[in-house]
């Protein structure tokens, strides 16, 4: 398998685990509630990033994520497609990592944010999903 393969590969993996570790905690039974938000580097759009809310209490087992639009701006999705996130206390991540045609080959590269944010040990990112819209914050963020 390519390399540009392998790396789109694991990326949807990563994504299906997400999804089915939340539907094992829980299912859509629970309150889920719409979040959206914006993710700029150095004042242009991240386009491209991921974004993932990890919750504070792991008893929760609900992580949410989203891929940042074209515009800046992202939706969580938890159960579904841009259905937002249970209310609870999040540790946000973020990754963006470029890819390049190298050989015929796509190549991923290191992280635009300089792994500041990529795991939740390290991420000062947190935010909290109450009932109701969710408006979080812009992240201006800065090489």
Known sequence: MMLHERG???RRALLAVTCL???GCGGSSAEIYPVRGEVYLNGQPAAGALV???PVDGELCSPAFATVNEDGSFELSTYGKNDGAEPGDYIVTLN???EQKVDDEFVTGPDRFKERYSKP???ELKVTVIEGENLVP??????
């Open 8 to 10: 789109r590969v694991l």
């Open 21 to 23: 570790i939340s539907a």
């Open 52 to 54: 993932h809310f990890h």
């Open 96 to 98: 963006w990592r470029d």
């Open 121 to 123: 040990k390290v991420s």
């Open 138 to 143: 812009r992240y201006d963020l800065t090489e």
